[in-house]
């Protein structure tokens, strides 16, 4: 969606320009509906997140970015028409960030005032605080997995941790934070609230691999604060690196 979204023509062709240069170093993810729907098994889950075909076709792909640059309208009809297609997306996702802002001050109200200064002040969190944190977290996956139309039934204990959903919803509780510890997004733009929900989701898919890069401070934090607590508190230290193999 940020690649193919608004002028495509000229977005695209800027957005693959680093990594038309080395297409077979890149591997290409399976999309997020899909993932939602793997298991958490610790054992080769970084390879169920990669899409094997669009990877090898990468470089095929690459080759025909360059042709649609040079002119070949067919192909400029395709980009086009995934760029229409990532502008409906994102169109729909301002519902989604309406309703996480409106979320917010109801998350702000199970902090007492002690525990909003804490988050505020970004100090380490008392017991208390992140037993909290982490109740509410798994209230808001139970939640995400409830109304996910891939999932038939919640994982076991054991994977959950790795499932994305699981993951997402982590991503999503700490963005939430860091706008409950300014004091809410009541003046701000949904534009703004649905940019931060599509960086959420780069931050998931990083705490498989080796991080997230990006100039992003707001992404980049989330996805540190969120790589701690999986491997210090909801995965047992040395699975994470594990469950990739």
């Known amino acids: 969606m940020e690649a193919y979204k608004g002028d495509t023509l000229a977005s695209i062709y800027r957005s693959m320009e680093i990594l038309a240069e080395f297409p077979r170093q890149v591997i290409v993810l399976k999309g997020t509906m899909t993932v939602c729907g793997l298991k958490g098994r610790r054992s080769g889950l970084q390879r169920r997140l990669i899409d094997e075909g669009q990877t090898r076709g990468f470089p095929e792909y690459c080759r025909q970015l360059e042709a649609a640059r040079r002119g ?4 400029q009809r395709q980009l086009l028409g995934l760029g229409r297609a990532a502008d409906e997306q994102m169109a729909r996702m301002l519902g989604d960030a309406a309703r996480f802002s409106e979320s917010l001050e109801l998350i702000a109200g199970t902090y007492t005032a002690a525990e909003l200064q804490i988050l505020r002040r970004d100090v380490p969190y008392t017991k208390a605080l ?10 808001l996956a139970a939640m995400m997995f409830a109304g996910h139309p891939r999932i038939s039934k919640l994982p076991p204990a054991s994977e959950l941790p790795c499932t994305f959903i699981f993951r997402a919803a982590l991503c999503a509780y700490l963005l939430a934070l860091r706008w409950v510890s300014v004091g809410g997004a009541e003046n701000v733009k949904a534009k703004r609230i649905r940019n931060d929900l599509v960086d959420v989701n780069f931050a998931a898919f990083a705490t ?6 990006s100039a992003d401070s707001k992404a980049a934090g989330i996805y540190c604060d969120a790589d701690y607590l999986l491997r210090n508190f909801f995965v047992m230290p040395g699975e994470l690196a594990q469950a990739g193999s």
């Open 72 to 75: 070949d309208l067919s192909l």
């Open 130 to 139: 992140f037993e909290k944190v982490t109740a509410n977290v798994m209230m």
């Open 208 to 213: 498989y691999f080796d991080g997230l890069l």
